[in-house]
């Protein structure tokens, strides 16, 4: 043996001082503190990209929750509603929303005369400031309750989006220069109804249980309505998805043989998770409408067609649940006489069970913000006024989705409609991360760390 180094080997490295860092340590220390930099950045610009996002929803959003309304007492004049007195319905809704115009118009002309209001407008431009809705919401109070025709009740009517604009600061004195809806004069008129405490705006519960309103009421638009066509909707999807997914997953994991089938049908869900929406949304046109004829803009054909969208997400996740539960749990079920399905029924699939919630509702939440297979199928093409009877009409009668909804607020002009397509989105936000909550809560209540 000898201690010479061998020519042309590398010497050796030579430690020195664990007290000092040598040139390689430093280069080292140096990338990993790099590397902490980056992800704190990362992390730094993500989390200021939410708050920017959610800022900005909420700035925008808040303010359909709130809608300017305006006091009147009307007199129901019975020589104008109903003329022979004998409180007959057939004969009162003959008057149409035209013969109650003039009602609103002396109402205005009262107000006005009690709190010693001057104004340069006309009757029919003090009207003006309320919602196109007004005199409809009249004569609907008149049908109900025909016996208080000949006195004078005091009302609340929506005003109209440009005076509800200008009490949210969205609309202005220099934005309306050109705008033949309203006028500077009726502005005034509104700053005077304010001041007598006539005009006020306040929490507006209709934009959660309301309807869609038509162009020209953007003031009564409600998500009530399309919230009731999303529930339908996910009712179907969770009674069929979830049983036919998890069916599919049990069998595809503990039964199915490792075949070239199972393989292909394995590869075809896992493709079938990553295709575009729309592309469902054409499959449901063409399977459930035009093959099946079943009713255009129900809520079961848009159910049945967010139901194969998260078919894939739903078995996906499952198998994941099933894979996650230790061979030994089948292997002691099967060792003291159980057979292969009751190990996976009695054992397997409660230990599972959390997983396969969580995933179950994750589908859910994916597919209730869908918007394109909705498109598709027409879910937006009409207004649903009322809200379903029974479950068989809620299921059956034309209606929309939130999603949908919000697609068709964010697309018409007034900037009323915009203001509730960003109120939408809190609302459908909030419905997303409760469901997400629920997941959460569930896995972390009923796992099992192995």
Known sequence: ?????????????????????????????????RFRAYGLA???????MLIILVATIVSRGTGAFQQTFVELDVELLED????????????????????YAPLIQAAFEAKIDNLGIETPLKKKEMAGLLSKGAAAQLRDYVLAN?????????????????????????????????????????????????????LNKRFNLAFITGADASDQRPEAAGMGVSMIGSFFMMLVVLALALPIGVAASIYLEEFA???????????????????????????????????MHLPQSAPLVGGLVL?????????????????????????????????????????????????????????????????????LIGMIGFIASNAPDTIAEGLMSPNSAMPAQIYEWAKRADPAFYERAWGGIIILLLFLV????????????????W
Do not use: C, W
């Not at 990362?42 to 200021?48: E, K, S, V």
């Open 257 to 291: 043989p490792k075949n070239l089938l199972t393989d292909i049908i394995e590869v075809n869900i896992s493709n079938l998770a990553a295709v575009p929406s729309i592309v469902f949304g054409i499959l449901g046109l063409a399977v459930f409408i035009n093959y």
């Open 146 to 198: 025909p016996d208080n025709i000949g006195q004078t009740i005091s009302f609340e009517f929506l005003a109209s989006s440009r005076v509800d604009g200008y009490m949210k600061d969205r609309v202005s004195r220099d934005s309306i220069a050109n705008d033949k809806n309203i006028s500077a004069e009726q502005l005034d008129f509104v700053d005077q109804l304010v001041a007598a405490g006539s």
């Open 434 to 449: 409760t469901m997400n909550t629920v997941a959460v809560i569930l896995r972390r209540r009923f796992e099992r760390r």
């Open 42 to 48: 990362a992390i730094g610009f993500g989390l200021l």
């Open 80 to 99: 104008k509603l109903d003329k022979n007195g004998n409180r007959d319905l057939e004969e009162i809704a003959k008057v149409s929303t035209f013969g």
């Open 307 to 375: 139901t194969l969208m998260t078919l894939p997400t739903i078995i996906i996740s499952t198998r994941a649940s099933l894979k996650s539960v230790p061979p030994s749990i089948r292997d002691a079920a099967l060792g003291v006489g159980a057979s292969k399905m009751q190990s996976v029924f009695h054992h397997v699939l409660p230990l599972a069970a959390p997983g396969i919630l969580t995933g179950t509702i994750i589908g859910l939440a994916q597919a209730l913000g869908e918007t394109a297979p909705l498109l």
């Open 1 to 33: 043996m000898t201690d010479i180094t061998p020519m042309g080997a590398a010497a050796p490295y030579k430690h020195g001082s664990l007290l000092q860092l040598d040139e390689r340590t430093r280069k080292r220390n140096a990338a990993e503190a």
